[in-house]
């Protein structure tokens, strides 16, 4: 039975949120306030539209921004309008997505399969019971650590730690 793990989407999505904050120069987590300032709001209105080019799932974003699914869907429908004629929402959007685009293609990936396997078991140890199927995929390179439902989540923990410092995407399958 496959499932999709959203553990990682919701930790990419908080870092959109905190480069938009802190870009300019607002208090981290503000984007989730119930404040219907015109300025948080096209902060939030941008960083939903990075999300979603980023294939976060709108739940996702919606949680993270204590805000309705529906929400998500209106701020990708008014993108293109506001982006075409609001100067401040094309500036902040472009600065923003800049600045994201930069952060992620510094962080560095891995080029070979064997490589990310030893590096990731530098913090995890595989279990024996094959009962969760970890995928991970960096650049090029996959591998798949396979662990117990009694230990899952300490691998998890343990392989975001390892992964930290790389571009990365996690999967998970129940086995």
Known sequence: MPYRSNLYEEDKFIS???????LV???????????????????????AVIGRLGDIHPTIIAKVLKRSRYS??????????????W???????????????DLTEIMPQFTDCLGMKKHILNF???SRKEQVEILLTSGEAGCKIVTSFQDFSH?????????????????????
């Open 72 to 85: 998500v869907y209106h701020y990708e429908k008014v993108h293109e309008g506001h982006y075409a004629s």
């Open 124 to 126: 995890v140890r595989e």
């Open 25 to 47: 120069g607002l208090k981290k987590g503000s984007l989730a306030y119930k404040s219907r300032k015109q300025e948080l709001h096209v902060l939030r209105s941008i960083a």
């Open 87 to 101: 100067g401040e929402y094309r500036d902040k959007f472009n600065l923003i997505l800049t600045a994201y685009n």
């Open 16 to 22: 959109i949120c905190n480069l938009t904050t802190s």
């Open 155 to 175: 691998t998890l923990e343990n392989i975001k730690i390892a992964l930290k410092n790389y571009s990365h995407s996690i999967k998970i399958n129940l086995l």
